[in-house]
C-alpha cells in the first residue's frame, strides 16, 4: 500500500514535497518552512497586487505600497513575500487551535540579508512583542530563485490553554 500524499493544508496547497506541513509532539507544534509561493498556479508571490485589500492597506500603513512603481518595484518582492509567509504561518497556527502569541520562535531564512528590515516591520504586525529568533543567510531558497525568504516557527500548545 502507498502511504498518503502531502496534506493540503486549506486554501494554503500542499507542501512542495513529500514532507508535513506541521506536525504536533506533546505540547509543541513545529511548522515546516513557509515561502511565498501561490498554491494555485506555483507563482512566487513579487508583487502588491497579489496581496488581498486587507494586506495592502496594512502594509501602506507601514509606509509601504505606496503606488508608485520606482519605489514599488523594489520593495514589493521581499515586502510582499514577508507578508504572505507571516500570514500563511497564522494560519497554520489557527487551524492546529492556537495563536500567533503561542509562537515561542522563529527562524528565519534570507537569500538577501539586506532585507531583513523590511521583513522585520512587516513581522512587527503579525508579532507585536518579541519572539526568540534566528536570522539566516542562504545562497538560494526553493523552489524558485526569485524567493526570497523562508521562516519556520515552533508553537507552544500548552501556552493557548492557559
Same mark, same amino acid.
Given at each position: ?6 496534506p =493540503?493544508?486549506?486554501?494554503?496547497g500542499?507542501?512542495?514535497?513529500r514532507?508535513?506541513?506541521s506536525?504536533?509532539f ?13 498554491p494555485?498556479?506555483?507563482e512566487? =508571490?513579487e508583487?502588491y497586487?497579489q ?9 501602506q500603513?507601514?509606509g509601504?505600497? $505606496?503606488?508608485?512603481a ?7 518582492? =521581499?515586502?510582499?513575500?514577508s507578508?504572505i509567509?507571516?500570514? !500563511?504561518? !497564522?494560519e497554520l ?9 503561542d509562537?515561542?520562535r522563529?527562524v528565519?531564512y534570507?537569500t ?6 523590511a521583513?522585520n516591520?512587516?513581522?512587527q =504586525? ?7 529568533? $534566528?536570522?539566516v543567510?542562504v545562497a538560494?531558497l526553493?523552489p524558485?530563485? !526569485?524567493v ?5 516557527? $515552533?508553537?507552544?500548545m500548552?501556552a493557548s490553554?492557559?
Amino acid at each position: 500500500m502507498n502511504p498518503p500524499g502531502p496534506p =493540503i493544508v486549506d486554501g494554503l496547497g500542499k507542501p512542495l514535497a513529500r514532507y508535513a506541513a506541521s506536525r504536533r509532539f506533546g505540547d509543541f507544534l513545529f511548522l515546516s518552512g513557509v515561502v511565498a509561493v501561490d498554491p494555485r498556479d506555483g507563482e512566487v =508571490i513579487e508583487r502588491y497586487d497579489q496581496l488581498s485589500q486587507a494586506a495592502k492597506a496594512s502594509l501602506q500603513n507601514l509606509g509601504y505600497c $505606496t503606488g508608485q512603481a520606482s519605489v514599488d518595484v523594489f520593495e514589493a518582492p =521581499i515586502v510582499a513575500q514577508s507578508w504572505i509567509v507571516l500570514e !500563511r504561518i !497564522r494560519e497554520l497556527v489557527e487551524l492546529e487551535g492556537a495563536r500567533l502569541e503561542d509562537v515561542s520562535r522563529l527562524v528565519q531564512y534570507f537569500t538577501r540579508l539586506s532585507d531583513y528590515p523590511a521583513y522585520n516591520r512587516v513581522r512587527q =504586525i503579525f508579532f507585536p512583542a518579541p519572539v526568540v529568533s $534566528t536570522v539566516v543567510g542562504v545562497a538560494a531558497l526553493l523552489p524558485d530563485p !526569485r524567493v526570497r525568504v523562508e521562516v519556520e516557527a $515552533t508553537v507552544w500548545m500548552a501556552a493557548s490553554l492557559r
